[in-house]
């Protein structure tokens, strides 16, 4: 019975282990030159942003729970800070 438990744990952990091996590939079955938007680092898609070469207009959705309704005066001031 000990031998059986310790098989298990042995297996746990190797199985663990596996399982928290790094990945070459960028999830989608290229091979990790991806043009895909989504897909870019942290602030390589600002310019693309924050210019109008790409994008002329954003559209952006304000989504609450139930009962916590934002202030109108709230959604006013984010309209403003887009506007400037």
Do not use: H, P, W
């Not at 190797?14 to 870019?40: F, Q």
């Not at 002329?56 to 959705?61: G, Q």
């Amino acid at each position: 019975m000990k031998k059986i438990v310790q098989f298990l744990y042995l297996f746990i952990i190797a199985i663990g282990i596996i399982a928290c091996t790094s990945d070459e590939s960028d999830g989608n079955g290229g091979n990790g030159n991806s043009d895909l938007s989504y897909a870019l680092t942290t602030g390589a898609s600002a310019n693309a942003l924050l210019s109008d070469a790409r994008f002329d207009e954003i559209i952006i959705e304000a989504v609450y729970a139930g009962g916590f309704k934002s202030e109108q005066s709230s959604l006013n001031n984010l309209v403003a800070f887009f506007k400037c």
